[in-house]
């Protein structure tokens, strides 16, 4: 099977993988029309020749053409022009640089085959895949077809029944008016159509022995399908809402749920139906030992109970609570700020449209405990459910809600266990659902998970970091002391949580080399990156990390926003390595060429900051490494990081300063890596055109970025040398003859600095 397909097939979060490997630079529409073609070149090849990569380009831009007339001969004027659109990019931006693209295919494409391995390795383990989850769910429609099929096998035999009574009923009647006629039947015919009645009321009683067990059984498969809805399907489901309210896989499933409940409340109401329709053949005919008689009150009360099994447990909440401005951070909601949440009733019949008032309730049942904050719900906490016309479902949205506190006297913060943002709250929803036919009232409830609720935005990054460990750990919707004693984590589970706080906000988590860093940092190196290992909630988000003045989440967070506000398309290409550590660094950096660099995240700044590192040789070839001081969102709000990297320099006393950057690890010339992000060329005037004083009487500057440097740590006054350049010079200087020139300036510049601390002895 190509990789492609198999890919397609995998479980949503290998799928998510996928997703993050494709952008606008080379979007997933081409992988998709082009698979089999993209398949079958080698691209490493490829990515290490200009004028095949150029090929392969041209080639790829006629494949592109050839699926536009596809979709042309089959009038899909969309495809068409989203064929168009696509071409036109790649031009834009692989026309002069074709081995970019080849470089992109060729990474993919081995990223695509990692995520291969690990999803079957995962598969051996008897994790759960794609095709486990298609074949649980085909089971469960296999197991409402049966009960529809049953349903409908039943209401013909109930037709039959009771065509089969009123013909035994006319031919009971026929019979007792021709015995009472004077010109009769004879003995012999009248005992002959006695017979025949008979036989008529012994099938008929056969009939209502297998109608009713034919009932009973329909009863019987519906309670297994509603057992496995509610035992384990609705819990599963609610189990993965959890996983996507913290940055998980989406959760998509609840129309395929509703459908299910749907189905088993249609057939409940049938069977009710079914068993009125016995009932009125039992009034007009009956016998002893009639089954319909001895079973008929067992099977309603059975289906009703059945019925209000399955209500009871219909509504729940298909969105949780969440703040509009921090959609992404849904379960933390702060005092006076509005937020929305919306339920849903899984059962939806049209009698029910209308018919349901949901109240919502904060913290209700909850036993007062000393030191905790108490809530009010101000803004209408009342909604009518009805049908949406988007998709036809049972729903009710609250869209203007909002918390106050209730003022206590005391000094609330000396007294509580815990400290706000470890404070667990729960929002309940309540309704009364009344079946018409039955009288029955049916007290209906659906709770939230647990919330955090923040006085102060500043405390939005703990209160989420709370949201995170709870649901990791537990599936309890009420636990609201669970942070009276939290539990420990397991790297297996946190590590993955971690990368889902990147994903949902870019389009990339976090890689496995990103992962071994943050596992040392946790559990320290001796640990050697146990899956099985414990990190403790405090040292999660209440002590520093390796001693820093701030904990680990708060560090992390940091960087979520530094990425959020100045580096979205660098992470998201892939050009920031990040989360490395210093040793790990320049054991990448050691053997490449010097002006070689990487990006990584500052593990010094709570703000979120980043740096670059670069590599050089001395004249011994020993490797020397230089990290410039941190970006903070300061200043990368006044520089964008490309142009800091396009213009930075390097100043040493008087030296001409000189831009050190050469490379993108592991190798991509750095204007191939950062050039699509620098600014366009102005089309106006020239910046330096002092003879043009009438424009605006300013000469326009730039900002760039300079480190300088004590000439006594510069190993090397030029430029340092790609490969190419130093085998060409090498053609015409010997080796030896560049080393003594080299040598030779190095100690000019070493007399240079004894000489000048010698003349200024008091500046040293």
């Known amino acids: 099977m190509a990789?492609?397909?198999?890919?397609?097939?995998?479980?949503?979060?290998?799928?998510?993988?996928?997703d993050q490997l494709y952008d606008d630079s080379f979007p997933m529409d081409i992988r998709q029309y082009l698979s089999r073609w993209i398949e079958s070149i080698d691209w490493d090849t490829v990515a290490m020749q200009d004028s095949l990569a150029t090929v392969r380009f041209h080639d790829l831009l006629a494949q592109l053409d050839d699926q536009h007339s596809r979709f042309a001969l089959e009038n899909n004027f969309l495809l068409q022009h989203n064929i168009r659109k696509i071409k036109r990019n790649l031009q834009d931006r692989f026309q002069e640089d074709p081995v970019h693209m080849a470089m992109i295919i060729s990474r993919n494409l081995k990223e695509e085959q990692k995520i291969l391995t690990t999803a079957k390795s995962a598969e051996q383990e008897g994790e759960g895949t794609v095709s486990a989850m298609v074949?649980?769910?085909?089971?469960?429609?296999?197991?409402?077809?049966?009960?529809?099929?049953?349903?409908?096998?039943?209401?013909?035999?109930?037709?039959?029944?009771?065509?089969?009574?009123?013909?035994?009923?006319?031919?009971?009647?026929?019979?007792?008016?021709?015995?009472?006629?004077?010109?009769?039947?004879?003995?012999?015919?009248?005992?002959?159509?006695?017979?025949?009645?008979?036989?008529?009321?012994?099938?008929?009683?056969?009939?209502?022995?297998?109608?009713?067990?034919?009932?009973?059984?329909?009863?019987?498969?519906?309670?297994?399908?509603?057992?496995?809805?509610?035992?384990?399907?609705?819990?599963?489901?609610?189990?993965?809402?959890?996983?996507?309210?913290?940055?998980?896989?989406?959760?998509?499933?609840?129309?395929?749920?509703?459908?299910?409940?749907?189905?088993?409340?249609?057939?409940?109401?049938?069977?009710?139906?079914?068993?009125?329709?016995?009932?009125?053949?039992?009034?007009?005919?009956?016998?002893?030992?009639?089954?319909?008689?001895?079973?008929?009150?067992?099977?309603?009360?059975?289906?009703?109970?059945?019925?209000?099994?399955?209500?009871?447990?219909?509504?729940?909440?298909?969105?949780?609570?969440?703040?509009?401005?921090?959609?992404?951070?849904?379960?933390?909601?702060?005092?006076?700020?509005?937020?929305?949440?919306?339920?849903?009733?899984?059962?939806?019949?049209?009698?029910?449209?209308?018919?349901?008032?949901?109240?919502?309730?904060?913290?209700?049942?909850?036993t007062e405990k000393k030191g905790f904050r108490k809530f009010n719900i101000l803004g209408t906490n009342t909604k009518v459910m009805n049908m949406e016309e988007s998709n036809g479902s049972l729903a009710a949205e609250f869209r203007h809600l909002q918390l106050k506190e209730q003022k206590v006297a005391g000094n609330r913060t000396n007294e509580g266990p815990l400290i706000v943002t470890e404070e667990l709250h729960s929002l309940s929803f309540e309704s009364e659902l009344q079946l018409n036919q039955s009288g029955l009232n049916i007290k209906l409830e659906a709770i939230s998970l647990p919330v955090v609720v923040i006085s102060n935005v500043c405390q939005l990054p703990s209160g989420w970091a709370s949201i995170l460990w709870y649901n990791m750990l537990t599936t309890e919707p009420k636990n609201l002391k669970f942070f009276l004693t939290p539990p420990p984590a397991k790297w297996s589970q946190l590590s993955e949580v971690l990368s889902w706080q990147f994903s949902s906000v870019t389009k990339r988590g976090l890689n496995q080399e990103q992962l071994n860093m943050l596992a040392d940092k946790l559990l320290g190196a001796k640990a050697q990156r146990n899956p099985e290992g414990l990190i403790p909630w405090t040292k999660f988000c209440k002590q520093s990390a390796n001693e820093k003045a701030f904990p680990f989440w708060l560090w992390i967070e940091g960087i979520l926003d530094v990425i959020k506000r100045h580096l979205l398309p660098?992470?998201?290409?892939?050009?920031?390595?990040?989360?490395?550590?210093?040793?790990?660094?320049?054991?990448?950096?050691?053997?490449?060429?010097?002006?070689?660099?990487?990006?990584?995240?500052?593990?010094?700044?709570?703000?979120?900051?980043?740096?670059?590192?670069?590599?050089?040789?001395?004249?011994?070839?020993?490797?020397?490494?230089?990290?410039?001081?941190?970006?903070?969102?300061?200043?990368?709000?006044?520089?964008?990081?490309?142009?800091?990297?396009?213009?930075?320099?390097?100043?040493?006393?008087?030296?001409?300063?000189?831009?050190?950057?050469?490379?993108?690890?592991?190798?991509?010339?750095?204007?191939?890596?950062?050039?699509?992000?620098?600014?366009?060329?102005?089309?106006?005037?020239?910046?330096?055109?002092?003879?043009?004083?009438?424009?605006?009487?300013?000469?326009?500057?730039?900002?760039?970025?300079?480190?300088?440097?004590?000439?006594?740590?510069?190993?090397?006054?030029?430029?340092?040398?790609?490969?190419d350049d130093y085998k060409a010079l090498s053609q015409y200087v010997s080796p030896r003859d560049i080393d003594a020139v080299t040598n030779n300036l190095i100690s000019g510049f070493e007399d240079f600095d004894d000489q000048m601390s010698a003349d200024f002895p008091d500046q040293n």
């Open 570 to 723: 660098l992470w998201n290409d892939g050009s920031i390595m990040g989360f490395i550590s210093k040793e790990r660094e320049k054991a990448l950096l050691s053997d490449k060429c010097p002006g070689t660099f990487l990006l990584r995240f500052s593990e010094s700044s709570r703000e979120g900051a980043i740096t670059f590192t670069w590599i050089e040789h001395d004249v011994h070839d020993k490797p020397l490494f230089h990290s410039v001081e941190p970006y903070t969102k300061k200043e990368l709000t006044a520089v964008s990081l490309p142009d800091i990297i396009r213009t930075y320099k390097v100043m040493a006393a008087e030296n001409i300063p000189e831009n050190p950057l050469r490379f993108l690890y592991p190798d991509i010339p750095k204007d191939k890596a950062f050039g699509k992000y620098y600014p366009k060329p102005s089309e106006t005037a020239e910046p330096m055109d002092v003879e043009n004083p009438e424009k605006t009487g300013y000469m326009k500057t730039e900002l760039i970025s300079v480190s300088e440097v004590h000439p006594s740590r510069l190993q090397d006054n030029m430029m340092p040398m790609s490969p």
């Open 135 to 366: 074949v649980e769910k085909q089971k469960l429609d296999n197991k409402v077809k049966e009960m529809k099929d049953r349903v409908q096998v039943a209401d013909q035999n109930i037709k039959n029944l009771e065509d089969l009574q009123d013909e035994y009923d006319f031919k009971v009647n026929t019979l007792k008016n021709r015995e009472n006629e004077m010109n009769g039947m004879t003995p012999k015919e009248l005992e002959k159509e006695k017979m025949t009645v008979g036989r008529m009321c012994f099938e008929l009683k056969a009939k209502r022995q297998d109608v009713v067990i034919q009932l009973t059984d329909l009863l019987n498969v519906t309670q297994a399908l509603l057992s496995d809805l509610i035992s384990e399907e609705l819990p599963e489901w609610k189990q993965r809402q959890q996983i996507a309210c913290i940055g998980g896989p989406p959760n998509a499933c609840v129309d395929q749920l509703q459908n299910w409940f749907t189905a088993v409340a249609e057939s409940l109401q049938q069977v009710r139906q079914h068993l009125k329709k016995l009932q009125e053949l039992e009034q007009k005919f009956t016998y002893d030992n009639d089954p319909i008689t001895q079973k008929k009150a067992y099977l309603e009360a059975r289906a009703l109970e059945l019925l209000k099994n399955l209500l009871s447990n219909s509504l729940v909440v298909e969105r949780q609570p969440c703040m509009p401005t921090h959609p992404q951070r849904p379960l933390v909601l702060k005092t006076g700020v509005q937020f929305t949440v919306k339920l849903r009733f899984l059962v939806k019949l049209q009698e029910f449209n209308y018919q349901l008032k949901v109240k919502a309730v904060f913290d209700k049942d909850v």
């Open 3 to 18: 990789q492609w397909c198999q890919l397609q097939i995998l479980d949503c979060k290998y799928l998510e993988q996928v």
